[in-house]
C-alpha cells in the first residue's frame, strides 16, 4: 500500500511563527504535492516538485515555501504564520498526474 | 479562466443509483479524475479517464465527453459508507503536472 505521512494531525501555532509541515511517502514517487483545503474551495495547489531540489509554484503559493532535498520527503514551510493561513493541509505524492495519493491532512490554527 | 463545475451537495436513498456531475472549462484537457473524501479523511482515488465513454469499477462509473467538456461519476447500490465528498479534477493545460479541483460535492444518503 502507498503510504503517504504527515508529520501531525493537528497543530496550533502563534502568529508570525515559522511552521514547519513535514511530509514523506514510501513509493519513489517523482511528483509531491502541497495543497490546502477549505470549506467550499475544494483543494487548491500551494506547491508541488517533480524531482529533489526541483520545485515549482501552484496557485496561491504567497506566504508559503517549500524544500525537496530527498526524494521520499517534501516540507511545507509558513514563513511567518498569519490567521488566514489557518487550513487544512494535504500533502500527497504521485507516479502519474492522474492518481495522485494523499496523506491524512494536517489542521493547522494559527491563533 | 479555468474552473470546474459540480454541484455542492446531492442527496439519495440507501440502495438508489445517484450522478454526480462535473463540466470543466480548462485551457487543455488530458484527462478527468475522480476522488472521494470521507469527513476528516484524506481525498481517495477512485477512477480516471482519459477517452470518451463509459469506465466501470465495481458499484462505481465514470463517464467522460470531450466534445461536451462534461463528466460524471455514477454509485450504484447506495450504502452509507458511500455518505462523503466527491471531488472531480481535470489534468488540464499550463503545467504537465497539475490536477484542477472541483469544490466537491457532498453526497447525503437517507436510510
Known amino acids: 500500500d502507498v503510504k503517504v505521512t504527515q508529520s501531525s494531525r493537528y497543530l496550533v501555532k502563534r502568529t508570525g511563527e515559522k511552521v514547519f509541515l513535514e511530509c514523506v511517502q514510501d513509493?519513489?514517487?517523482?511528483?509531491m504535492f502541497w495543497y490546502r483545503q477549505d470549506p467550499g474551495l475544494g483543494l487548491r495547489l500551494i506547491y508541488f516538485?517533480?524531482?529533489?531540489?526541483?520545485?515549482e509554484k501552484g496557485d496561491i503559493p504567497e506566504g508559503y515555501s517549500v524544500s525537496r532535498e530527498k526524494k521520499e520527503r517534501f516540507s511545507l514551510i509558513l514563513e511567518s504564520a498569519s490567521t488566514n493561513q489557518t487550513s487544512m493541509y494535504l500533502c500527497?505524492?504521485?507516479?502519474?498526474?492522474?492518481?495522485?495519493?494523499f496523506g491524512q491532512g494536517t489542521r493547522l490554527t494559527v491563533v | 479562466g479555468q474552473s470546474l463545475e459540480q454541484p455542492s451537495e446531492v442527496t439519495a436513498v440507501e440502495g438508489a443509483i445517484v450522478q454526480i456531475n462535473c463540466t470543466y472549462q480548462?485551457?487543455?484537457?488530458?484527462?478527468l479524475s475522480w476522488y472521494q473524501q470521507h469527513d476528516g479523511g484524506a481525498p481517495t482515488f477512485l477512477s480516471y479517464?482519459?477517452l470518451d465513454g463509459l469506465e466501470e469499477t465495481g458499484r462505481f462509473s465514470s463517464f467522460l465527453s470531450r466534445s461536451d467538456s462534461y463528466g460524471y461519476l455514477l454509485l450504484q447500490e447506495l450504502q452509507m459508507k458511500d455518505s462523503a465528498s466527491y471531488f472531480c479534477?481535470?489534468?488540464?493545460?499550463?503545467?504537465?503536472?497539475?490536477?484542477?479541483w472541483g469544490a466537491g460535492t457532498k453526497l447525503i444518503i437517507k436510510p
Open positions: 516538485s517533480y524531482d529533489v531540489k526541483m520545485k
Open positions: 513509493m519513489d514517487h517523482e511528483n
Open positions: 479517464n482519459a
Open positions: 479534477a481535470v489534468r488540464g493545460g499550463g503545467s504537465n503536472y497539475q490536477l484542477i
Open positions: 500527497a505524492s504521485s507516479a502519474r498526474v492522474s492518481e495522485a495519493f
Open positions: 480548462t485551457s487543455g484537457f488530458y484527462g
